[in-house]
């Protein structure tokens, strides 16, 4: 079930009208089938691996929690480990290895293997099992105490709303709300949840939908064919695409979440607006970068081993989190270049200092440092939506050529300002007001007019087609 699908918005109708009548046991409960159902909608062959990820971890945790020595703690997380990111690796990185085996036989003048059979990627695999594996080193390093009921663990893995595709929430954050009484639904948290899930529905239904055709068109023709200006407005109609796609089903996660007395994390903070690489991570996918850098960055040593170290375990810590979003090289490119541009970034800023940071801007000169930095994320975006680096490559050589007005061109720059125009000014109010929820705060009139707003461009300017969220396939 999409998020924007009317079969979603009925069992979510279904959903609150029985949960809001139960008390906190039977609500987990409810809860915990509601979320097994909704995944069930996908492929219910799949539901086992949720369940085995949930009774693996619960036990470890357990004997992890229960004993005293230090040996036989490591070794239970260092099997959780094994377990989990094996698991995760046979189904998303089997074909892919498959893949370079053969050509690697291929270069030796020997047969193909085929093996007997092909895995299916499940759905939110890689979500469920880096929270899965976040509960349990925070366990391990007694940062959180070990869930007492198995369905509470249950449902704090399961939970419905992020758990195709985030936020990857952390125990000490959403456990706790699923062990004690939530608040009641009340017209604060209506308001919030409303605010949500509209932002979250046009992001998704009027921005990335209506740009994916523009994307796709230019992605999916010969890079020959196009000219300069028709790739970069391709380049930039799949930046806003991939934005509005995550970002949207984010937001509805978390307002859905708030009808039901959730608060799950803010994963995404205006990106397009930061000023450098940092900043851009520290607005980009927050649930996945705050993860990469406590249990990956900082176990690796982060900055505390020298300039020399710092570099390399910046640079790891994003080609693996491009790894995490698929098994292709183009992948890894893409987070390798975040790494390389982040290490960059630090010298400069060791060297001429980071005003971005020690102290604000001129106005200048941060419009131009964001405008600098959207560029270069657009540019990497390339190698993270084409199949091939050799494609990515062609497309970026395309740039170079000629920079004809075609009437593809001049057609796709009016959807574009039509489309994003409104957002952009919407999303530059909330960043001078540094607030994310600064339409709460205007009077009713303004408020109302905004959701006129998205519901008219709902009802009349919906993709023809509705596109499968990206991140999905992650």
Same mark, same amino acid.
């Given at each position: 079930?999409?998020f924007?699908? $009317?079969?979603f ?9 029985v =949960?809001h @009548?139960l ?7 409810f809860?915990?089938?509601?979320? =097994?159902?909704f995944?069930?909608c996908w492929d219910?062959r799949f539901l086992?691996?949720i369940?085995?990820?949930?009774a $693996?971890e ?16 490591k ?6 480990l %094994?377990v989990e ?9 089997f074909?892919?290895?498959?893949e370079?085996f053969n050509r690697i036989?291929g270069?030796?003048?020997l047969e193909?293997w ?7 990627l499940p759905?939110?695999?890689? $979500?469920? !099992?880096?929270?899965?594996?976040s509960?349990?080193?925070d366990v391990?390093?007694?940062?959180? !105490?070990?869930?007492?009921h198995f369905l +509470?663990?249950?449902l704090?893995?399961?939970?419905f709303p992020?758990l %195709?595709a985030g936020?990857i929430?952390?125990?000490?954050h ?9 608040p009641?639904?009340s ?5 919030a949840?409303?605010y949500?899930?509209?932002t ?8 990335? +939908?209506?740009?994916?055709?523009l994307a796709n068109f230019v992605?999916?023709a ?12 391709g ?11 995550f ?9 859905v979440?708030?009808?039901m007395g959730?608060?799950?994390?803010e994963?995404? @903070? ?5 000023s450098n ?5 520290q ?9 990469l850098r +406590? ?6 040593g982060g900055?505390?081993e020298?300039e020399?170290k ?10 693996l989190g491009?790894?995490w ?5 183009t992948?890894?490119?893409w987070g390798?270049i975040?790494?390389?541009w982040?290490v960059l970034? @630090?010298?400069?800023?060791?060297r001429?200092? +980071?005003?971005?940071?020690r102290?604000?801007?001129r ?7 964001v ?5 270069l ?20 050589a395309?740039l ?5 007005l075609?009437d593809?061109?001049l057609?796709?720059a009016?959807?574009?300002?039509f489309f994003?125009g ?7 109010w ?6 994310s929820q600064?339409?709460l ?15 008219l461009?709902l ?6 087609e509705?596109?499968?969220f990206?991140?999905?396939q992650f």
């Amino acid at each position: 079930m999409w998020f924007n699908s $009317f079969s979603f918005w009925l069992f979510l109708a279904v959903v609150l009208l029985v =949960y809001h @009548r139960l008390g906190h046991r039977l609500q987990n409960r409810f809860l915990l089938l509601a979320s =097994y159902f909704f995944y069930g909608c996908w492929d219910w062959r799949f539901l086992f691996l949720i369940l085995f990820t949930t009774a $693996f971890e619960h036990l470890v945790t357990g004997r992890i929690a229960a004993s005293g020595d230090p040996r036989a703690r490591k070794r239970w997380v260092t099997a959780s480990l %094994v377990v989990e990111l094996g698991i995760l690796g046979l189904f998303k990185y089997f074909g892919f290895f498959i893949e370079e085996f053969n050509r690697i036989l291929g270069v030796l003048g020997l047969e193909h293997w085929e093996p007997a059979f092909q895995l299916i990627l499940p759905a939110g695999i890689s $979500f469920y !099992t880096f929270q899965a594996l976040s509960y349990t080193i925070d366990v391990y390093r007694g940062r959180t !105490t070990p869930c007492r009921h198995f369905l +509470d663990f249950a449902l704090f893995i399961s939970f419905f709303p992020q758990l %195709v595709a985030g936020p990857i929430e952390r125990s000490n954050h959403l456990l706790p709300q699923v062990e004690n009484p939530r608040p009641r639904l009340s017209e604060a948290r209506f308001s919030a949840g409303l605010y949500l899930v509209m932002t979250g529905l046009f992001l998704k239904v009027v921005i990335a +939908d209506n740009m994916a055709w523009l994307a796709n068109f230019v992605f999916d023709a010969t890079p020959g064919e196009l000219n300069g200006a028709e790739v970069l407005l391709g380049i930039y109609a799949f930046a806003f695409q991939i934005y509005g796609d995550f970002a949207g089903y984010s937001a509805i996660a978390i307002g859905v979440s708030k009808w039901m007395g959730f608060d799950l994390m803010e994963n995404f @903070r205006r990106p397009y607006f930061a000023s450098n690489p940092r900043e851009f991570w520290q607005r980009w996918h927050i649930s996945l970068s705050s993860w990469l850098r +406590d249990y990956l960055y900082i176990p690796l040593g982060g900055n505390r081993e020298g300039e020399g170290k710092t570099r390399r375990n910046l640079i790891l810590t994003m080609v693996l989190g491009g790894l995490w979003h698929g098994a292709a090289w183009t992948f890894v490119v893409w987070g390798a270049i975040h790494g390389v541009w982040l290490v960059l970034h @630090r010298i400069w800023a060791r060297r001429f200092g +980071d005003a971005g940071e020690r102290r604000p801007k001129r106005r200048i000169q941060r419009v131009l440092a964001v405008m600098g930095t959207f560029q270069l994320v657009c540019l990497a975006w390339v190698f993270f939506r084409t199949p091939s680096i050799e494609q990515a490559f062609r497309l970026l050589a395309a740039l170079g050529t000629g920079w004809q007005l075609t009437d593809f061109v001049l057609a796709g720059a009016s959807l574009m300002a039509f489309f994003l125009g409104p957002w952009i000014v919407f999303e530059l109010w909330q960043e001078l007001r540094k607030d994310s929820q600064a339409l709460l705060k205007v009077p009713w009139p303004a408020r109302a007019a905004f959701y006129l707003y998205v519901i008219l461009m709902l009802l009349f300017f919906a993709a023809p087609e509705p596109v499968e969220f990206i991140y999905f396939q992650f």
